[in-house]
């Protein structure tokens, strides 16, 4: 017999105790991440890939979590006395009229994918997968993925009035945002990504949500302003208009350079933006002056001054990054649409006259100076942890106080080392004896920092002892190096300054 086929449905609150009634069934059963993950043998995605799902249901026996693992994450079908057990106390008609099951011939079948959140007790309705990975339809909710965990990792979570999530998809941001936002207002230019965001917000009882459609600003009204705007737009750089969610429409990289320069009318002072941008770049080079051009020319475009911070994730030459976003015509063994599709794009991205093409986050800070500030770092290959903003807040309040100081106050400065971070040194056999060649200092936390360390540097953090001033760690360093005081002062205060900005070291009061 052939397999009932998959109604797509778009979830509804008509009836807001029904809602109530589904979070209820879902804690009842235990429906968390840990538990997901357990009952799975997955890994962090949650993913269940389409040769995984036999084994996947003999894990899961016949209990209520088992039976909506089976409905939201498998795709897999119950029988209508599981459904309804799994379900209570949400009636199975109930669940069919707000269009998160459907009923088949003799089963009933999850319609839409719900999926528990790592570290918090949120819970994400999205659209499921295609049966074949190579035709999404064009309005496709996505649910949570590695961009939308990365800018929750980036986002402060302080106490604001207001919040604004651009783009919010299935408002996974702006749930994360209600949390310490007194109101929230998400906006997606995808009707039925609306519908997701307002369910979504039900779901996990974050009333001071307000989903509205537009596109871009358009959404927002003449005179608003924010504290809090974070974004996760289709920032892709694409040639297709194939997904809301993925292609912008627009040419080249003007999603991410119209958002980067616009952001800030709208932000009141001191507010914070933290965007997920993609952005073309002259060559795959590692030189921050390289990469991370284009993305000043943006915030000097802005109608008002920002403080800026760019994180890089990665840079890609045309053909791995067209190869990247379209493997999975590969996965879905379409290889005709495949080569046809990283054709197109390598061409469109030749007719620009690509170097590279780069993704990666900015963080803006609106501030009334004359001259802002701007900052670059790579982030770290492996995921952030969920405390990493902390860890940027308190170097944005670090970079602050360095601004504030001049050389004859650093040097008055306690100065002491963190101990989050490890010296790593690679020494060679030579002349009789293994000689360091390589010293680098590694942050453990954060943005895993990376600092160089070269015999004067070692010097100077030899003298750091924690009861020593700099300018005490800098006449200890000059005894040792055998030089004037003055000229090792003067060489080694910038690099004390970047040690102290990237979190290396730690200063205290004045000595």
């Not at 968390?32 to 084994?55: K, N």
């Not at 053909?319 to 390598?346: E, G, H, K, S």
């Not at 590694?442 to 001033?469: H, K, Y």
Request: aromatic content about 6%; overall charge negative.
């Amino acid at each position: 017999m052939a397999p009932e086929a998959r109604h797509r449905t778009t979830p509804s609150i008509r009836r807001p105790d029904s809602v109530v009634a589904l979070r209820r069934a879902l804690d009842a059963a235990g429906y968390t991440f840990a538990a997901v993950r357990e009952a799975l043998g997955a890994d962090e995605t949650l993913m269940v890939l389409p040769h995984q799902v036999p084994l996947a249901n003999r894990r899961l026996g016949d209990g209520p979590l088992g039976t909506l693992i089976r409905l939201f994450v498998v795709d897999g079908t119950v029988t209508t006395e599981q459904a309804a057990r799994a379900l209570a106390p949400l009636s199975l008609q109930e669940a069919i009229g707000m269009g998160v099951v459907t009923l088949g011939r003799s089963r009933v079948h999850g319609a839409v994918r719900i999926l528990p959140t790592n570290g918090a007790s949120f819970v994400f309705a999205s659209d499921l997968d295609a049966t074949d990975p190579s035709d999404l339809p064009a309005d496709f909710v996505m649910g949570v993925t590695e961009s939308s965990r990365l800018l929750a990792c980036l986002t402060v979570r302080r106490p604001v009035e207001r919040a604004l999530d651009l783009g919010t998809g299935c408002g996974y941001q702006a749930v994360f945002a209600a949390q310490h936002a007194r109101q929230v207002v998400a906006t997606d230019v995808n009707p039925r990504a609306v519908a997701f965001a307002r369910f979504n917000a039900m779901l996990n009882g974050a009333d001071n949500i307000e989903v509205r459609s537009g596109d871009g600003f358009g959404a927002v009204q003449e005179g608003e302003a924010f504290d809090l705007i974070v974004c996760n737009p289709p920032f892709v750089i694409s040639p297709d208009r194939a997904f809301t969610y993925r292609d912008s429409g627009l040419h080249a990289d003007d999603v991410s350079h119209n958002l980067v320069r616009q952001v800030p009318r709208f932000l009141r002072p001191s507010g914070l933006a933290h965007l997920l941008v993609s952005w073309i770049h002259p060559h795959s080079s590692d030189a921050d002056d390289e990469w991370s051009g284009p993305l000043r020319g943006w915030v000097a475009e802005a109608a008002e001054p920002c403080d800026a911070w760019f994180f890089r994730k990665g840079s890609y030459d045309p053909l791995a990054y067209a190869i990247m976003w379209n493997q999975r015509l590969a996965l879905a063994n379409q290889m005709p649409r495949y080569v046809a599709a990283v054709d197109r794009w390598t061409r469109y991205f030749e007719h620009l006259g690509v170097g590279a093409l780069a993704w990666g986050a900015v963080w803006l800070r609106r501030r009334d100076v004359e001259r802002p500030r701007v900052r670059c770092d790579e982030l770290p290959e492996a995921s952030l942890s969920a405390d990493a903003a902390n860890e940027l807040v308190r170097l944005l309040e670090t970079d602050d106080l360095l601004e504030g100081l001049s050389d004859a106050e650093l040097l008055a400065c306690g100065v002491s080392v963190r101990g989050d971070q490890r010296l790593e040194q690679v020494m060679r056999w030579s002349g009789g004896a293994f000689r360091t060649v390589d010293a680098s200092l590694i942050r453990d936390t954060g943005l895993a920092s990376r600092a160089e360390v070269d015999p004067p540097l070692a010097a100077v953090l030899a003298g750091v002892d924690g009861s020593r001033t700099v300018g005490q760690v800098l006449e200890h360093a000059a005894r040792a190096l055998g030089g004037d005081p003055a000229a090792v002062s003067a060489q080694a205060l910038p690099a004390i300054r970047q040690l102290v900005s990237h979190g290396f070291l730690e200063l205290g009061g004045v000595g």
